[in-house]
């Protein structure tokens, strides 16, 4: 039963490759026919023409953090892992306490 399910995992995993191909050739068609229509000379010009639509702009980040806490946010994510479907944290205990920091009612239950 197990060889079943894996040849189900690996079938979806295959899926899931040609969905990303597919929609990766639809953007890049996207990207071209916009190209065209925009009658832009250079793609910095074809850029220049999305700056006002808000979903394009760039934010100043609003940055909150210590440097040690961003220190530690980045040691959390490079210690991360891609299992195919989602990431998986390595110390969850350390991560949770470490979320902890910022709850509002800080006393711990």
């Known amino acids: 039963m197990t060889t ?3 040849k189900l995992n690996e079938q979806q ?9 597919a929609r990766t050739k639809e953007y890049q068609k996207l990207g071209r ?6 009658q832009a000379k250079t ?3 074809a850029h220049n023409m999305l700056e006002h639509i808000p979903m394009f702009q760039q934010a ?7 440097a040690e806490q ?10 991360m892992n891609w299992n195919g479907n989602f990431w998986q944290i ?6 949770s306490n470490w979320l902890a920091q910022f709850r509002t009612d800080r006393q711990k239950n």
């Open 90 to 95: 390595e110390d969850l205990k350390d991560v």
């Open 70 to 79: 961003r220190q530690q946010l980045t040691h959390i994510a490079d210690h």
């Open 4 to 6: 079943e399910l894996e």
């Open 60 to 66: 100043a980040p609003k940055d909150n953090l210590t």
């Open 13 to 21: 995993r295959k899926l899931n490759q040609k969905k990303r191909q």
């Open 43 to 45: 793609f910095a010009g």
């Open 33 to 38: 026919a916009f190209y065209r229509k925009s």
